[in-house]
């Protein structure tokens, strides 16, 4: 047997091992006719606290490096809220800032 293959269930050299965790509860997505703004984002929070999702790093220059928390919350946010906050951030993006 050749000295250079993998064993089996080994990594190659350029691959990286990914840990699936799992996730606990779910997160609706954002809708003005069901619940405050305000009462959304902190079950956005508790599900982030749940689910073990890294608060929001601290900005630089006035910019946020980009979070999975703040890829959640956008993710979530509806396409309507995503275009009003698009336009509010412009130019920049909604993922270039950070959440409060």
């Given at each position: 047997?050749?000295d250079h293959q993998p064993?089996?269930?080994?990594?190659?050299?350029?691959?990286?091992?990914?840990?699936?965790?799992?996730?606990?509860?779910?997160l609706s997505q954002f809708?003005?006719?069901?619940?405050?703004?305000?009462?959304?984002?902190?079950?956005?929070?508790?599900?982030?606290?749940?689910?073990?999702?890294?608060?929001?790093?601290?900005?630089?220059?006035?910019?946020?490096?980009?979070?999975?928390?703040?890829?959640?919350?956008?993710?979530?946010?509806?396409?309507?809220?995503?275009?009003?906050?698009?336009?509010?951030?412009?130019?920049?993006?909604?993922?270039?800032?950070?959440?409060?």
């Amino acid at each position: 047997m050749d000295d250079h293959q993998p064993q089996p269930g080994a990594l190659a050299a350029n691959q990286e091992q990914v840990i699936m965790h799992p996730v606990f509860g779910t997160l609706s997505q954002f809708n003005a006719s069901e619940l405050s703004d305000s009462g959304w984002f902190q079950l956005v929070e508790e599900f982030c606290v749940t689910n073990a999702i890294a608060a929001e790093p601290a900005p630089v220059d006035n910019v946020g490096p980009h979070s999975q928390r703040r890829a959640l919350f956008l993710s979530c946010v509806g396409p309507r809220t995503y275009e009003h906050l698009r336009k509010k951030c412009l130019p920049n993006l909604p993922n270039t800032q950070t959440i409060t």
